[in-house]
């Protein structure tokens, strides 16, 4: 006969591992660097300034 095994353990290394696939798929999805976030808020800025400036008054 085999040795008992704790269906809880079981249960929650199950669980851990699912939540560590969620989370590498997320690195994946929505990971960037430093450097990469600065420079796509830098062009976010330099479009908003380049719109501002093309607008008409009223």
Known sequence: MSAPINLNKVKKERNRASRKARADENAVQFGQSKA???????RAEQIARN????KREK
């Open 36 to 42: 990469q976030k600065d420079q796509l808020k830098a």
């Open 51 to 54: 719109l501002e400036a093309h």
